[in-house]
């Protein structure tokens, strides 16, 4: 009935809101990558002909070097959200719950990560950053539109923290937080520690960008998750701006949350 109608409009309200929130922090991420990849240490110029030495990596130490597939993490990557998405967005109930915070947790971490990947230029340690030969970008335009426009994603020089890894755990955590099978919870987990290895034997990134991109990720779901339920005092009026940020936290939480909140019964 019109309940039912004002529950769905709002619901699609919240999902649209999230989904302009992911699209625009995905180009942003995507042209933050550009100007990563032209900001990269380069050596004698570009194309790179004498480029810095891979840094020292206790993670390249344990796991050869795998490079004769320099794109299987992205294709393992694609292969894990197509099943997610497959097993979540279409045959779950919860679907726009679920996309709507898949979106929102992703877009929130890539703006972080379009701020932190040019902010600390660090040696890239894939191969191909090295020998592009005329795939090279001669500007900072070419190095951004490279980014954006090719499909495997590929850029070089976006290192802290890795995108793949987030995009793994976030798939995973799904699995987690919502399938009752413990069973695909370990598949899940064995699946994406896997990928992160992946990532390390192609040498996509060194093991900091993944640690810190595992640590930030599981924060920010928790997080998300905790502010759910936890009802928002209108009248603490507290000073504190650490206070003001998670009250605002968990206004937008509960907006995007809970759409049964704007619909009231017509006798009321």
């Known amino acids: 009935g019109r309940r039912t109608r004002r529950m769905m409009v709002g619901t699609a309200r919240r999902f649209w809101a999230a989904f302009i929130f992911f699209f625009v922090a995905y180009v942003v991420n995507d042209v933050s990558s550009g100007v990563a990849m032209w900001r990269m240490p380069k050596g004698a110029g570009w194309p790179p002909r004498d480029p810095f030495p891979v840094l020292p990596d206790l993670g390249y130490d344990a796991i050869p070097y795998f490079g004769s597939s320099s794109q299987l993490p992205t294709y393992v990557l694609v292969l894990f959200m197509l099943v997610t998405g497959a097993r979540f967005l279409l045959l779950d109930s919860r679907r726009w719950a679920v996309a709507i915070q898949w979106m929102v947790i992703d877009g929130v971490l890539l703006f972080s990560r379009a701020v932190t990947i040019i902010s600390t230029s660090l040696n890239n340690p894939d191969p191909r ?8 970008p001669t500007t900072v335009w070419g190095a951004v539109w490279m980014t954006v426009s090719r499909f495997p994603f590929w850029s070089c020089g976006d290192l802290m923290f890795s995108g793949h890894t987030v995009h793994f755990l976030l798939m995973t955590l799904a699995w987690q937080s919502y399938s009752k099978s413990r069973l695909s919870h370990v598949v ?5 520690f896997a990928g992160m290895a992946l990532l390390l034997s192609c040498r996509y990134h060194y093991t900091i960008d993944v640690l810190i991109a595992l ?19 209108a009248h603490d009026r507290g000073t504190s701006v650490l206070g003001g940020v998670w009250r605002l936290l968990q ?6 949350e809970q759409p049964h909140l704007d619909v009231q019964d017509d006798g009321e």
């Open 129 to 136: 950053c090295n020998h592009c030969g005329s795939e090279c």
């Open 188 to 192: 899940a987990w064995l699946f994406s």
């Open 215 to 233: 640590v930030l990720t599981l924060l920010l779901w928790n997080l998300y998750h905790l502010s759910i339920p936890s009802p928002v005092d």
């Open 251 to 256: 206004c937008a939480v509960r907006w995007l």
